[in-house]
């Protein structure tokens, strides 16, 4: 089997009926669909059961039990897949239209991650669209991420690499990214194309939990592997930062000038201290 697509769920029928009725109208159909429920309290289970008559042609599988979190909750859906490839569209996001999946899998593609694109929305309205990464360094990863509604990743990453981090609530898929490409050279390819929405209203994207996804971060970047090079790259940052600030003042002709005049004023005035407490 080509692909098994992965779709997590808590107490959100209106998100996973969206999510549902974009992988029920797909053209190809060499995938199975894993639903991963976590006991949820509305309609949803309901909703999950109703839709098994609609993916007669392929293999429907579903859960609803309690889970410590989404990460969890991910690996559960790995447990259950046999695809080549894994896709996790959870709750929420939806792919774009039929032919997302046809038109990615028309190719034979090999490598060991896929790298799509996703239109990236708030309250129905698509903010932007994530872009493709040429060459995939720690620079990169440092500061961002992929979205792993639009990453098709080779199951056998999780047998060899090791599964979603439970402990991570937030960014479990980004270290799952370190963890492949970075520090164990995974392959990687571009898809030109847009697959599917994702979101912006989730759990990671919350405004209250940014001070709690970067503190996952750093623990992340704490670990001693990491240290070998993370402090080299928070230096060439900070250097970064302050050439873009010294470039801005001297794009503002005026005040670079002031500022200049005022370096020499300076100097000269320390010179000629030095000069008179000489005598």
């Known amino acids: 089997m080509k692909l098994s697509i992965i779709t997590i ?10 999510t549902i009725e974009s992988v029920a109208i797909q053209k190809f159909i060499d995938f199975e669909y894993i639903i991963v429920d976590g006991n949820s309290t509305d309609e949803s289970v309901g909703l999950i059961k109703q839709s098994a008559e609609r993916f007669l042609s392929i293999s429907f599988k579903w859960i609803s039990e309690r889970d410590s979190g989404v990460f969890q909750a991910m690996n559960k859906g790995i447990n259950m897949a046999t695809g080549d490839y894994l896709l996790f569209v959870n709750s929420g996001d939806f792919l774009l239209d039929e032919n997302a999946l046809s038109d990615v899998f028309c190719n034979d593609y ?21 872009g493709h990464i040429d060459i ?11 979205n792993h509604q639009s990453t ?14 439970e402990d991570l609530k937030f960014c479990g898929d980004w270290e799952f990214f370190l963890r492949t490409i970075i520090l164990n050279n995974c392959s990687t390819q571009n898809v030109h194309r847009i697959i599917c929405d994702y979101n912006l209203e989730g759990i990671s994207s919350k405004e209250e939990n940014i001070l709690l996804y970067q503190e996952e971060v750093n623990l992340v970047l704490s ?37 200049v005049a005022y370096y020499k004023l300076a100097h000269w005035i320390v010179q000629r201290f030095k000069y008179v407490s000489s005598k």
């Open 9 to 18: 769920n808590l107490n959100n029928y209106n998100g996973l009926l969206k």
């Open 110 to 130: 090999t490598a060991d991650i896929l790298c799509a694109q996703c239109n990236v929305s708030k309250n129905g309205n698509v903010m932007y669209v994530s």
């Open 136 to 146: 995939h360094t720690f620079r990169y990863y440092y500061k961002y991420s992929m």
């Open 152 to 165: 098709f990743i080779k199951r056998y990453l999780f047998e060899k690499f090791g599964m979603y981090r």
């Open 223 to 259: 670990e001693p592997l990491m240290q070998k090079f993370v402090p080299d790259y928070e230096l060439w940052f900070k250097e970064r930062e302050e050439m873009i600030y010294l470039k801005w003042i001297k794009s503002q002709h005026i005040l670079y000038r002031v500022l």
